[in-house]
């Protein structure tokens, strides 16, 4: 039994590698190619798994460790920071997206409580995904991309709340088959581990923690066990193995370590994910999936042109502009892990049938497939339907357009350096020490603000916005500094630099621009482009720092 269990475990793990290449090559998150590990090695495929205790167990292990790393992240202090736009944009779309996903669900002829659910699942948007496709577009830090990190967090309490109802009508579907005196058992254990939760974060957290710290490896191994026993403990409870995990991970934000102990955790999180979605594919008829095929792909559409038009409508009526808006709501157009665990809660409960959870499977793979496309391709696809999206945007968006001439200086202007990072401050710093009259842009409001409060002139935008660099004074413009950072690899028209370059061109300006790259291979076709100078910066700190080594 033991080896047949090692067999198949290797097996499964060989197959998750070699889909997951294959999904890496086809630019897909590793989601997709879990599943389609569970749906291939399951009884209506090829009937791999055959250890369903032992595999059911990795998966709610994996549960209770992907609910720490939530709960890591619900530290009081970051949710009080929560700016208004963040949780105006994030309660409306949760509560937009269940509305009409639930309206739909009854046009389809979903019985009303399935369709709760499914509407609930299409509300939740997978933060890693998005946080990965943001971090490797370099995005994370742009206007839009703060925003939707802040509303990704509002989902994140809305799981939890959704989380704890499941588990309070959990309780109350545990009161038709025992005594009063369970119900009242259950209930007065939940506020024992909450007030126990108050007391470790009050008096035991952080000390604990700094003693732990002396060794990562330790760290590590305390945090997946507190979380096992946290989950164990609420589930023996009767409050289920989710609040536990959340309620684990929340005793841990407030310290110092959370950060480490999540970045340490996050690849246990995936190997694990693969086993609950191995579970969740093996336990799906491929019969039922092919009933589901049209419903999918009606709530599909939903999600993925829906919940975006949601985002851009909320923010548009906030006062941001058009392109804020669609690049912020293309970031909700998929359902994420959570959606699948939320329909696996309510099968457990009886609330929902294989058909539901087969549904928002499909729902998931679809949506997570294309927006991961959509997202990678933002800047494009705005191009395309620019025309079409002014209904979405006040004649005025003073969000954006105020801040701007609030910081900005409207007068002329020797240079003007895009990215305030280390590299564009730099410049620009030396450039005013040597009198010149110097604007520097930026996509991070914090950079803008820092730059403006140095006694800098400053501006808020994007310089792959062509509205935006049309809209600049470049008459007495001597030379375009570019110190955004981009990809390495082979350009492409969304990269900064080429879009700043032919906005510019676009604009009419006929000065000097110079662009900053990381390799000298980029030089010879950004220069047979229109570029004046390219800067190489690492090279040229080398080169400084082996003269000074030299004369020293």
Request: with cysteine; net charge negative.
């Amino acid at each position: 039994m033991t080896d047949s269990i090692f067999y198949e475990i290797a097996i499964l793990v060989l197959m998750a590698a070699a889909l997951g290449l294959l999904g890496l090559l086809a630019r897909q998150p590793l989601v997709v190619a879990f599943i389609a590990v569970g749906v291939l090695a399951g009884p209506d495929a090829l009937g791999v798994v055959s250890s369903t205790d032992f595999i059911e167990t990795l998966s709610q292990i994996s549960i209770a460790v992907l609910l720490f790393l939530v709960g890591l992240k619900l530290d009081l202090a970051l949710i009080r920071s929560l700016g208004k736009v963040a949780v105006a944009t994030g309660l409306g779309q949760v509560t937009f997206t269940a509305l009409f996903g639930f309206l739909i669900c009854l046009l389809l002829g979903i019985d009303w409580l399935p369709g709760l659910y499914i509407a609930v699942a299409l509300t939740f948007s997978s933060t890693i995904i998005i946080v990965k496709l943001l971090s490797d577009k370099q995005e994370i830090s742009a206007l839009h991309g703060k925003i939707a990190l802040g509303f990704l967090i509002v989902q994140d309490l809305f799981v939890v709340l959704a989380m704890v109802l499941l588990s309070a009508i959990g309780i109350q579907a545990g009161d038709e088959t025992g005594s009063p005196l369970d119900v009242v058992t259950v209930l007065a254990g939940g506020i024992g581990l909450v007030a126990f939760v108050v007391l470790f974060i009050r008096f035991v957290a952080t000390p604990l923690l700094n003693l732990m710290s002396r060794s990562p490896e330790l760290l590590v191994i305390f945090a997946v066990g507190w979380a096992a026993g946290m989950a164990a403990t609420a589930d023996a409870f009767g409050l289920g193995k989710e609040l536990g995990g959340l309620l684990a991970g929340m005793s841990l934000a407030s310290t110092r370590y959370r950060d480490a102990i999540s970045s340490r955790l996050s690849s246990l999180r995936d190997f694990l994910l693969l086993f609950f979605f191995i579970n969740l594919g093996a336990s799906l008829s491929l019969g039922s999936l092919g009933n589901q095929v049209v419903p999918a792909l009606v709530l599909s559409v939903f999600v993925l042109v829906g919940n975006p038009m949601i985002v851009l409508a909320i923010m548009g009526a906030m006062g941001y502009r058009k392109r804020t808006g669609f690049l912020a709501g293309l970031t909700v157009a998929q359902i994420s892990e959570f959606s699948l665990i939320f329909m696996a809660m309510g099968m457990s409960l009886g609330h929902v049938n294989e058909e539901a959870m087969g549904l928002v499977t499909l729902v998931g793979l679809v949506t997570i497939a294309v927006s991961v496309y959509m997202i990678t391709w933002s800047h494009r696809l705005y191009q395309f339907l620019e025309p079409y999206l002014g209904i979405f945007e006040r004649r005025t968006p003073y969000r954006e357009t105020g801040e701007a001439s609030a910081q900005g200086n409207q007068g002329s202007h020797d240079f003007i350096i895009f990215g305030l990072g280390r590299y564009g401050s730099r410049i620009g710093s030396r450039l005013k020490d040597q009198g010149f009259r110097v604007l520097g842009i930026d996509f991070d409001p914090e950079a803008v603000t820092k730059w403006h409060g140095m006694g800098f002139d400053a501006e808020f935008g994007d310089a792959t916005d062509p509205d935006f660099l049309a809209h600049l004074n470049l008459a007495d413009v001597r030379a375009v500094v570019s110190a955004v950072p981009r990809e390495r690899g082979a350009l492409t028209e969304a990269d900064p630099q080429l879009a700043l370059l032919h906005g510019l061109q676009s604009s009419g300006y006929r000065g000097k621009i110079f662009l900053s790259v990381q390799t000298v291979a980029e030089t010879d076709d950004l220069i047979s482009r229109g570029a004046s100078v390219i800067l190489h910066p690492f090279d040229d700190a080398a080169d400084y720092a082996v003269k000074q080594l030299i004369e020293a």
